[in-house]
T-cell receptor
Framework: AQRVTQPEKLLSVFKGAPVELKCNYS??????LFWYVQYSRQRLQLLLR??SRESIKGFTADLNKGETSFHLKKPFAQEEDSAMYYC???????????FGQGTELSVKP | KAGVTQTPRYLIKTRGQQVTLSCSPI?????VSWYQQTPGQGLQFLFE???????NKGNFPGRFSGRQFSNSRSEMNVSTLELGDSALYLC???????????FGPGTRLTVL
């Protein structure tokens, strides 16, 4: 079955510390993975996608097919990074996204 | 360019009633998806519409239905409401063939 797992509900770090939000997936085939973010009182929005291999707001994520993971990383967390982060897997049918439960990132000053 | 809009933003209904939620996608976006968000189950896919046709459906009972109009606006309907239908319902639109989905602010449905 297709599934996305985010093991941490809450991750709390201090400003300037490295951060890693974990995401594991279960999918038969070649996965397409995304990280979506929801800042306080804002809409859910795309942060980055694995296929573009880009860095957005200092965040990167590497697809590791061997470990079926797509962890989100940032070397130096900022207070404005505090938000809810969702890992999502694109179903092979159309635009259906399968979301993880989300991880709340709290960056303390 | 205006974002995805959803109406109403808040809704209170009682068990057994039915409800219709509306979503207006970004201009030019012909694909509209609906998601249910609850604290327990997280974000779950309901269905996707493209050019007035349902392309994909999630694992929800038949009480949940939707449709899309020729102007790409979409509605979802929930009949015979249950307490467990209380949730934030999110609509997302995208350009066909492009992965990025743009989400609306959601409609908060409370069933009493």
């Amino acid at each position: 079955a297709q599934r996305v797992t985010q093991p941490e509900k809450l991750l709390s770090v201090f400003k300037g510390a490295p951060v890693e939000l974990k995401c594991n997936y279960s999918y038969s085939g070649s996965p397409e993975l995304f990280w979506y973010v929801q800042y306080s009182r804002q809409r859910l929005q795309l942060l980055l996608r694995h296929i573009s291999r880009e860095s957005i707001k200092g965040f990167t994520a590497d697809l590791n097919k061997g470990e079926t993971s797509f962890h989100l990383k940032k070397p130096f967390a900022q207070e404005e990074d505090s938000a809810m982060y969702y890992c999502a897997l694109k179903d092979n049918q159309g635009g259906k996204l399968i979301f993880g439960q989300g991880t709340e990132l709290s960056v303390k000053p | 360019k205006a974002g995805v809009t959803q109406t109403p933003r808040y809704l209170i209904k009682t068990r057994g009633q039915q409800v219709t939620l509306s979503c207006s996608p970004i201009s030019g976006h012909r694909s509209v998806s609906w998601y249910q968000q609850t604290p327990g189950q997280g974000l779950q896919f309901l269905f996707e519409y493209f050019s007035e046709t349902q392309r994909n459906k999630g694992n929800f009972p038949g009480r949940f239905s939707g449709r899309q109009f020729s102007n790409s606006r979409s509605e979802m309907n929930v009949s015979t409401l249950e307490l467990g239908d209380s949730a934030l319902y999110l609509c997302a639109s995208r350009v066909a063939g492009v992965d990025e989905q743009f989400f609306g602010p959601g409609t908060r449905l409370t069933v009493l």
